[in-house]
C-alpha cells in the first residue's frame, strides 16, 4: 500500500531531448506527488510538486504529468541539459501528515 | 522560508562512539520530523518520526535503542547514533511538513564510521 514504483532505474538522454520519468504508486490517500534532484553528496532538492486535482503542472522545463485513475504520475524534462544530470526521485505523501514514500530513483545522464 | 538547518554536514567517527546529528528549524515551528537513511545509490528510507514532546515512533527494522531521536522542541529534534559500527555508515537526512508547502529537508549528514 505505501509502495512508489519508479523507473527506469537509469536513464542516459542527448542534450535537448526530452527525458521522461514514471512512478505509480497505490494508496488512494496520497494527495501530494513531489519530484526532487539530488546531486552527490547534498540532500534532495523540491523540483516540482502536483496535487491530485490537477492532470498536468508545467514550471520551467519540467512538466508533471498525473493520472488519477491510473494512479500514475511522471516527470519530464524538455531540452535537456548536461547540468540536469542527477538522481531524480518521485514521492508520495499525504500533506505532511506521514513521511513521504520515494520511489527508487532514476540516475539521469544528459550527453553533450 | 520553512528551512531546516543540519549538521553537521559530514563526520566521521571511530567504532564504539556515538554521534549526534542535529535539526533546526529556522523559520517555522516543526512538530514533526521525519528521519531518513540513504546508502549509496539507493533511495531515501524512513527510519522514524518524531513528534515534539512525546517519544518518537521507529519503522520496523530499526533499533530504537541504536538510534535515539529527541524532540525536545518545536526547532530541534536530533538523532543520536550510539555504539557506530561501520554498516552504520550512512547519508542520514532530516525532513519536515510544511503547512501547505509540502515538505522541507535537511542538507544532510554523510556519516563515516572508521
Known amino acids: 500500500q505505501q509502495q512508489v514504483k519508479q523507473s527506469p532505474q537509469s536513464l542516459i538522454v542527448q542534450k535537448g531531448g526530452i527525458s521522461i520519468i514514471n512512478c505509480a504508486y497505490e494508496?488512494?490517500?496520497?494527495?501530494?506527488f513531489p519530484w526532487y534532484q539530488q546531486f552527490p553528496g547534498k540532500g534532495p532538492a523540491l523540483l516540482i510538486a502536483?496535487?491530485?486535482?490537477?492532470s498536468e503542472k508545467k514550471e520551467g522545463r519540467f512538466t508533471i504529468s498525473f493520472n488519477k485513475s491510473a494512479k500514475q504520475f511522471s516527470l519530464h524534462i524538455m531540452d535537456s541539459q548536461p547540468g540536469d544530470s542527477a538522481t531524480y526521485f518521485c514521492?508520495?505523501?499525504?500533506?505532511?501528515?506521514?513521511?513521504?514514500?520515494f520511489g527508487s530513483g532514476t540516475r539521469l545522464q544528459v550527453q553533450p | 522560508g520553512a528551512v531546516v538547518s543540519q549538521h553537521p554536514s559530514r563526520v566521521i567517527c571511530k567504532s564504539g562512539t556515538s554521534v549526534k546529528i542535529e535539526c533546526r528549524s529556522l523559520?517555522?515551528?516543526?512538530?514533526?520530523m521525519f528521519w531518513y537513511r540513504q546508502f549509496p545509490k539507493q533511495s531515501l528510507m524512513l527510519m522514524a518520526t518524531?513528534?515534539?514532546?512525546?517519544?518518537?515512533?521507529?519503522e520496523q527494522g530499526v533499533e530504537k535503542d541504536k538510534f535515539l531521536i529527541n524532540h525536545a522542541s518545536l526547532t530541534l529534534s536530533t538523532l543520536t547514533v550510539t555504539s557506530a559500527h561501520p554498516e552504520d555508515s550512512s547519508f542520514y537526512i532530516c525532513?519536515?511538513?510544511?503547512?501547505?508547502?509540502?515538505?522541507?529537508f535537511g542538507s544532510g549528514t554523510r556519516l563515516t564510521v572508521v
Open positions: 518524531s513528534n515534539e514532546g512525546s517519544k518518537a515512533t521507529y
Open positions: 494508496n488512494t490517500a496520497f494527495d501530494y
Open positions: 502536483i496535487r491530485p486535482d490537477v
Open positions: 514521492a508520495a505523501g499525504d500533506t505532511g501528515r506521514r513521511a513521504l514514500t
Open positions: 525532513s519536515a511538513p510544511v503547512q501547505t508547502r509540502g515538505y522541507t
Open positions: 523559520d517555522f515551528q516543526a512538530t514533526t
